[in-house]
């Protein structure tokens, strides 16, 4: 029982989860006709980092 006290409510971002899909999709494809560079944030500073220096 006290587990259950302790489940993390969902925002408002993640309780809709299928309109974050949309808009991750609608910025992938933007990126690909634009060129731009994907730069993944969830790798360490320092490899993110690297990876824009890189690109510039």
């Known amino acids: 029982m006290k587990r259950k006290r302790k489940v993390k409510r969902l925002d408002r971002y993640e309780k809709n989860l299928e309109y974050m899909e949309r808009v991750r999709h609608a910025y ?8 731009w560079k994907i730069v993944d944030g969830v790798r360490s500073r320092k490899e993110v980092e690297e990876e824009i220096w890189a690109y510039i």
């Open 28 to 35: 992938l494809r933007l990126a690909k006709e634009k060129r």
